[in-house]
């Protein structure tokens, strides 16, 4: 099935504070998050995912842009496939539309039977290739969404505000408990995502067509396909396919490099 990657890189990464757009941000090698990223991509290539094109979003500002375009310079070489890089927008839905929209461009119509496009974020650089395998076989076996999940280890509350009246700073002391799901039915959900690219196009165009949308709410793109009526299924995921979004988290991603071999 012809098979398109997005990777979403083009977020400021406001969480790890790092003073630079999050794709550039160095792991503990030195080399950019995007790198790694990379690196993974084609890890899972060689062990035997199949992509017939990359399509990486990059910072709109023109300097990040710039940056990250040469970071995916050095590195599409070793992914064997064609790669675009395309300017990302203000949320990751927005940048994951113009993806898609590349994707279709780069994979061409008129092929008879599904095109598969394979959504990732660049922040979950260590991703094992089995993740990337598990989502690809379901796309393969029929599913029109595939994500991976894991279980999760602490219990979730969903909580309300106590007192609508309070004043935005006392906001989290006021919060209190709705209810409790139970932690068996719970999945945290990672990427890559995988999709029949012509359903998630036309998600996408359905959410962005709804004056009600929010698309900081969006975020990853299963739900997309949850609110256009789709069913997603669920393949497992692995704790390596964590997201870089806080410094203690390049302190995770420092000890898982320092144990994989060179
Ligand atoms: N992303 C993107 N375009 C955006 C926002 C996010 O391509 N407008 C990408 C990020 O580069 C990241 C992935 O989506 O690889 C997941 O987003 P997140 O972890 O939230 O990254 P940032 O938005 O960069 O971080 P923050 O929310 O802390 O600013
Ligand atoms: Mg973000």
Do not use: N, W, Y
Not at 142 to 157: F, Q
């Amino acid at each position: 099935m012809p098979t398109a990657l997005v990777i979403a890189a083009a977020g400021s990464g406001t969480r790890l504070g790092a003073g630079m757009p999050k794709a550039l941000a160095p792991l503990a090698d030195g080399r950019a998050l995007l790198a790694h990223c990379l690196d993974a991509v084609a890890a899972a290539r060689d062990a035997g995912t199949s992509l017939d094109a990359v399509v990486v979003l990059v910072p709109a500002d023109p300097d990040g842009g710039a940056r990250v375009r040469a970071v995916v310079a050095e590195g599409r070489a070793r992914l064997g496939a064609p790669v675009a890089c395309v300017p990302g927008g203000a949320e990751r839905a927005d940048s994951v539309r113009s993806g898609l929209a590349a994707a279709d461009r780069a994979l061409g119509r008129g092929v008879p039977g599904p095109r598969h496009v394979l959504v990732h974020d660049a922040a979950r650089a260590l991703t094992p290739p089995a993740v990337f395998a598990a989502v690809q076989e379901a796309l393969d076996a029929g599913a029109v969404a595939a994500i991976p999940g894991v279980p999760l280890t602490d219990t979730v509350k969903e909580v309300v505000l106590a007192d609508a009246g309070a004043a935005p700073g006392e906001r989290t002391l006021r919060l209190t408990v709705r209810g409790t799901p139970p932690r068996g039915g719970l999945r945290a959900v990672q990427t890559p995502q995988g999709f029949d690219l012509d359903a998630l196009l036309a998600a996408h165009e359905a959410v962005r067509a709804d004056p009600a949308r929010d698309a900081a709410a969006l975020t990853d793109d299963a739900m997309v396909m949850e609110a256009a009526g789709h069913a997603v299924a669920v393949v497992p995921g692995h704790a390596e396919a964590f997201k870089v979004t806080t410094p203690l988290d390049l302190d995770l991603a420092a000890a898982l490099l320092a144990r994989r071999p060179a």
